[in-house]
């Protein structure tokens, strides 16, 4: 990672750290924060000092536009440590560029490299304590910007503050994920957001997704909005299905995020020997290959969980439990990919990144 | 209005009012504030003491979800002062349900009717110098919710902030209003969050709006995201089309807000005799009107602009330039409107309720 201007960033160090006051063994998930963050302000059509400075609450006006008109952007990533206390990151480069193209998206100017990548590496170093060893031990990075101009008229935002915060986390295991396919209430619209890591993308499925937990779904797997047939994603998850020996899972599209684990199990699975179509997948298509015993595996793919089996599927309130299968593929690609994430496998494809 | 329970609201006065600092005559939408502000929180389960304060910045906890996961909703609403310095408000409680319609579809908690009506009834009291007399003169009001909870995990906050703020503003020309109907960007999603005042559906518009900016368009007129052939709405005002001298609109559906102003007009055109139809009205049809000269006008109808004539329209790269007419019904029922809300005319329907 390149560390030019690194010298541009202030360090204001906590005067202690909060790190004895976490137990690492029963960690929520994005609920314990590290001692310092990453800040940068865009005022006056430029980026302004950086800083890295204590974790700590921020002031901001009743009138910001965040509040009001929701332009608001982030980021989910992952630092490991190995064997020699060495810290990496996973395919960085993805998530720089993926946050910039939110960026545009959203109508909020683009975070130079030299301001996201190298703040985060030297907040990593500051932080570098809060990052444990061992396989599913992981410090999740949310890098994230807001606007934060002021007034309620609804145009974008002339300020805006680019941070980046670390939390972190341990292997989890979710328990036995069901899903329901949506039928009715929809993620993305066709030139809509989708495609985009935006905060409004999420807050937009919590009232259906909380419809389904009632039902006993952890999750909802969304389907195109105009005619709820095509397969494509969940919340926070892109989505595999094995039929037979192929793996099958849906093009990124405007209403679909392009997922870093996606592409990267995409790869894995090919080196492996695996078939991979990356194609539509029909709603009809999975309940005809559930019928004829074809459909092996669903899946999910995303930062947080890696891999994440599916157990089965509600669709027309009809509930698919999948046969249960030994040697899955799902473990097979979550086993590489930590193993590559966690530097006790080489990395035949440059993915880690040394920070 | 109720006035339950008003002793309950705490009130912290400003030592000082900013008032004389501000020129009433020329005031910029939406970026001017009154000298209190009304907030009240959820946590545990309830909503908190309710209190009155100075308009001023808050403390927020960098990994709040408002910031992550987008769970903010808000409203636009005006009070009038009359000539007998009274303070009136236009239909406040259509207001009110629309935001518990979208607190529910954005999985907030609903705020209660006493907290909502009666803290903006003694809010508009404490700050009455602001709202100046005279049509076109109002304070505009601006209700909002926000998630303020901690922790980067997409589900839902179980803590979150209430607050009214209030912003004089006056009647503006808003210029020549120009739009494009939108053939490959959306707004809203069917079984998406379109009929909510999310504030993730604003930030949204603010990329396609910039590409329609600089092609010389206000404005955008939606269209429904599957087949781009329906005509749907504006970024903040539900839209009317004149053929012959039938007022047509959109009926409002899960991708399209249902405007006070929009159902106001519609039943002020009806009681002025004029034909009003409610159905889709499609892009080809208005391509047709303009054509064989029976479109005769198109105007927005929200809160903040009132009535906006729009004085053209693009679409497939066509600027279609409506003819200048006398009379237009967009006038007619802006006068009308207005009049009623400024308390000059009669209000046989029930709309004002005095604060
Ligand atoms: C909507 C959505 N889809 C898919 C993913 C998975 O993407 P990635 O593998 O880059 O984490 C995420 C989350 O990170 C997401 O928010
Ligand atoms: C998307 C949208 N449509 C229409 C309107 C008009 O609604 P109302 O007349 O209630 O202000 C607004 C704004 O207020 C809006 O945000």
């Known amino acids: 990672m390149s560390t030019t201007q690194t010298s541009k960033i202030e360090i204001i160090k906590a005067p202690t750290s909060k790190i004895n006051e976490v137990d690492f063994k029963s960690l929520s998930f994005g609920s314990v924060f590290s001692d310092h963050l990453f800040e940068c302000d865009f005022k006056n059509g430029e980026w302004q000092q950086p800083v890295i400075k204590p974790y700590a609450p921020f002031l901001l006006d009743p009138s910001s536009r965040v509040f009001h008109y929701g332009q608001a952007i982030f980021e989910g990533m992952k630092a490991y440590k190995d064997e020699n206390n060495d810290v990496w990151l996973f395919r960085p480069d993805q998530n720089y560029s993926r946050f910039n193209t939110s960026a545009v998206r959203m109508a909020m100017p683009e975070v130079p490299e030299d301001i996201f990548l190298n703040g985060l590496n030297q907040l990593l170093q500051l932080d570098e304590a809060w990052i444990k060893k061992g396989k599913g031990n992981a410090l999740y990075i949310r890098p994230f910007m807001i606007a934060t101009g002021t007034g309620v008229i609804a145009n974008p935002s002339n300020e805006y503050k680019f941070m980046i915060i670390l939390s972190p986390v341990s292997s989890y295991y979710s ?69 037979n020996d192929t793996l099958l899972t849906a093009p990124v599209s405007e209403r679909i995020l392009d997922g870093v684990t996606r592409k990267t199990l995409i790869d894995l699975a090919r080196s492996e020997g695996i078939n991979v179509e990356i194609r539509s997948v029909l709603v009809s298509e999975l309940v005809e290959a559930f019928k004829n015993e074809t459909l092996k595996e669903i899946f999910g793919a995303g930062t947080a969980a890696v891999v994440s089996p599916i157990s089965g599927f509600s669709y027309q309130d009809v509930y698919h439990e999948l046969p249960k299968i030994e040697n899955t593929m799902a473990l097979q690609l979550k086993t590489k990919l930590e193993n590559i994430q966690n530097k006790l496998d080489a990395d035949p494809f440059g993915w880690t990144v040394k920070v």
Chains 1, 2 share one sequence.
């Open 175 to 243: 328990g036995d994920v069901k899903v329901i396919i949506a039928e009715h209430y929809s993620r993305a619209a066709n030139g809509g957001i989708g495609a985009a890591k935006a905060a409004g993308n999420y807050a937009a499925q919590f009232y259906p997704t909380n419809l389904a937990n009632k039902e006993g779904f952890q999750q909802i797997i969304w389907t195109d909005d105009a005619t709820h047939t095509k397969l494509e994603e969940a919340g926070t998850m892109n989505v595999f299905f094995r039929i």
